[in-house]
């Protein structure tokens, strides 16, 4: 079954102590995407990914480091998470053919909380 | 820089009622155009995309919109909604440079659909 998996789906942390959250997508997409959901601003772009070790940066990219070594694998770190980045997390993927018609498929999200 | 803002931020309607919900755009490029829909507590699920072609895209579950270029909008419609239709819809825009993208998907805020029977 084709997929973007997420985990964990649910973290509650502290301020400081570094996570990660893990994507994985089996489509063998080249781009793979991360996005916070908060209420009112919709989803906005933190990171982006068109390929293996090309990564750039999206609208809100404060606080968040990426790196794609693989494929498949797209992590997020927060290396001293804060409670402003408690959130709703979306990694999503997407292929590109030749002719640019592509379609981002959405990971279930990770709830995220900072104390 | 494109941006999308979605004019409604809550609709309620009956059930069996038309329902529109309202994207508009800004872009100095042309853009693809997309709508999601995120049912509680759920990811994000497709509905429909404009690419390129017909100005009419029909999507999963009934619904259609409409791109209309001068006015820059891209409104959701459906002509009879039911109770599962209660969600949240993004509108969502990527840039179309050349007939690729870059993958970035810029959403506007949300539109919390609300069906009362």
């Known amino acids: 079954e084709a997929q973007v998996t997420q985990n964990p789906r649910y973290l509650i942390t502290v301020t400081g102590k570094k996570l990660t959250v893990t994507c994985s997508q089996n489509m063998n997409h080249e781009y793979m995407s991360w996005y916070r959901q908060d209420p009112g601003l919709g989803l906005r772009q933190i990171y982006y990914?068109?390929?293996?070790?090309?990564?750039d940066k999206g609208d809100v990219p404060e606080g968040y480091k990426v790196s794609r070594k693989e494929k498949r694998n797209f992590p997020l770190i927060l290396e001293s998470p804060s409670p402003n980045q408690t959130s709703l997390y979306f990694c999503a993927s997407s292929f590109r053919s030749g002719t640019g018609r592509e379609t981002q498929y959405f990971g279930p999200g990770t709830r995220l909380l900072v104390l | 820089a494109q941006s999308v803002t979605q004019l409604d931020s809550q609709v309620p309607v009956f059930e069996e009622a038309p329902v529109e919900l309202r994207c508009n755009y800004s872009s100095s490029v042309s853009v693809y155009l997309f709508w999601y829909v995120q049912y509680p507590n759920q990811g994000l699920q497709l509905l429909l995309k404009y690419l390129s072609g017909s100005t009419l895209v029909k999507g999963i579950n009934g619904f259609e919109a409409e791109f209309n270029k001068s006015q820059t909008s891209f409104h959701l419609r459906k002509p009879s909604v039911h109770i599962s239709d209660t969600a949240e819809y993004f509108c969502?825009?990527?840039?179309?440079?050349?007939?690729?993208?870059?993958?970035?998907?810029?959403f506007g805020q949300g539109t919390i659909l609300t069906v009362h029977p």
């Open positions: 990914s068109m390929n293996v070790e090309v990564t």
């Open positions: 969502a825009v990527s840039v179309n440079a050349g007939g690729t993208s870059y993958g970035k998907l810029t």
